[in-house]
């Protein structure tokens, strides 16, 4: 990361040691503000950050298949019982994350077909519904909310992710999904019901977040299971590239949109989390895409706080350093919060700056009258004279 003139940081730091630590903000907002944990924690400057400023954590990979049950039968829980415990201790919830998935899922993801179609569908719901049971049972009480089934819902295609092809899932060839109107995703619902009826239910995905052909098709999906009783929640991921940075297909944050999408989301009476957050810029980044990151991150939890059924907020990791991003998009990263070395970057900074600014009441350009209705992105103010991006919940949108 680029080196930050010693006049910055030095008022970063300064901001830093006088605020409030972002979760304090956050639970006077009404909302949790988490983060992914890496397995076993992290030395003390990672433990202390974590425990400092988050309320909430979520497995970056211990609660995943291959983390819990990598052999099957063989069911290993010390990296996900040390998460929940370090949780506990520090009065933080817990995201369980995940079960149904077409990746790191272990033994199930290479499992040898039966004698035929049936019996291999008999197997893969055996093996869901123990795997499932099992671990909700483990952790009944401890877990705020659960991802039971993640990315089921294929990009850039008209319906849900296949059996072939670059986007493939096994969970879908191996019970024969298209025949069956995708009955292992109602099925791991039903499952999790059975085995905790008071756990939080959710659907994870990812470019979702606004609106287009996949937010159509998730919107499909969990209204269907809503209607079944079988879902509680909607998790979006909200892996994001800053606006002006593109670095591919997918990523693209448009607020405009996801205020649209958000709302019809809660109008089925969904909460909504989101659950995977970053914004990854160039590197190494320049103080312009710094600024830029800063923005996107203010803008996206202005949007988040406008909705009153938006309640989670969670970063994909603690630190820079800590990130999956640059293993992903080469030349890219930068994504999250803290630098490799833990000192607050300015999306910090903005962030708590939002969290602690009292609701804005809306004025237009002509003497500050109030708006009675929406208004475009670029005719809306708070009465600190800057542009509203994020339009509260339930507006007239144009």
């Not at 070395?341 to 003497?367: D, H, M, W």
């Amino acid at each position: 990361m680029v080196k930050l003139s010693f006049l910055l940081l030095l008022g970063f730091f300064i901001a830093y040691g006088e605020g409030q630590a972002l979760k304090v903000s956050a639970s006077a907002r009404g909302i949790n503000i988490g983060c992914a944990y890496k397995n076993g924690g992290g030395p003390g400057t990672y433990n202390n950050t974590l425990s400092r400023e988050f309320n909430g954590v979520v497995g970056e990979n211990n609660m995943k298949w291959d983390g819990l049950q990598a052999v099957r039968g063989n069911f290993t829980f010390a990296g996900a019982d040390a998460m929940v415990d370090f949780a506990q201790k520090n009065d933080m919830i817990v995201r369980g994350h995940t079960f149904v998935w077409h990746q790191q899922s272990g033994f199930v993801a290479n499992m040898p077909a039966q004698a035929t179609v049936q019996a291999t569908r008999d197997t893969m719901f055996k093996v869901m519904k123990t795997h499932i049971t099992t671990v909700m049972n483990r952790y009944k009480g401890k877990i705020y909310e659960w991802d039971i089934v993640n990315e089921a819902v294929a990009r850039d295609s008209a319906g849900m992710r296949l059996g072939t092809g670059t986007s493939s899932s096994f969970w879908s060839l191996r019970t024969d999904a298209p025949n069956h109107n995708w009955d292992f995703v109602d099925s791991a619902y039903a499952y999790a019901r059975q085995a905790d009826p008071e756990a939080f239910l959710v659907y994870n995905d990812y470019d979702c977040e606004g609106m287009g052909k996949k937010s159509d098709l998730v919107y499909a999906l969990v209204s269907r299971l809503k209607a079944k009783n079988l879902i509680d929640g909607i998790g979006l991921q909200c892996h994001f590239y800053v606006p002006g940075t593109s670095t591919g297909s997918n990523g693209a944050f448009v607020p405009s949109e996801m205020v649209a999408n958000l709302k019809r989301l809660a109008d089925l009476g969904l909460r909504i989390s989101l659950t995977e957050i970053d914004f990854r810029v160039p590197t190494p980044p320049t103080s312009a895409h710094l600024a830029a990151q800063r923005e996107a991150y203010e803008t996206l939890l202005e949007i988040c706080l406008a909705n009153p059924n938006c309640k989670n907020f969670f970063l994909w990791g603690l630190n820079d350093g800590s990130s999956w991003i640059p293993n992903q998009y080469p030349g890219q990263g930068a994504p999250l919060l803290f630098d490799d070395s833990f000192n607050p970057k300015p999306a910090y900074i903005g962030l708590r700056e939002v969290f602690q600014t009292p609701v804005a009441i809306r004025a237009s350009r002509n003497g500050g009258r109030m708006l009675l209705s929406g208004k475009p992105w670029n005719e809306a103010f708070d009465l600190r004279g800057r542009a509203l991006r994020a339009l509260p919940a339930y507006s007239p949108f144009p």
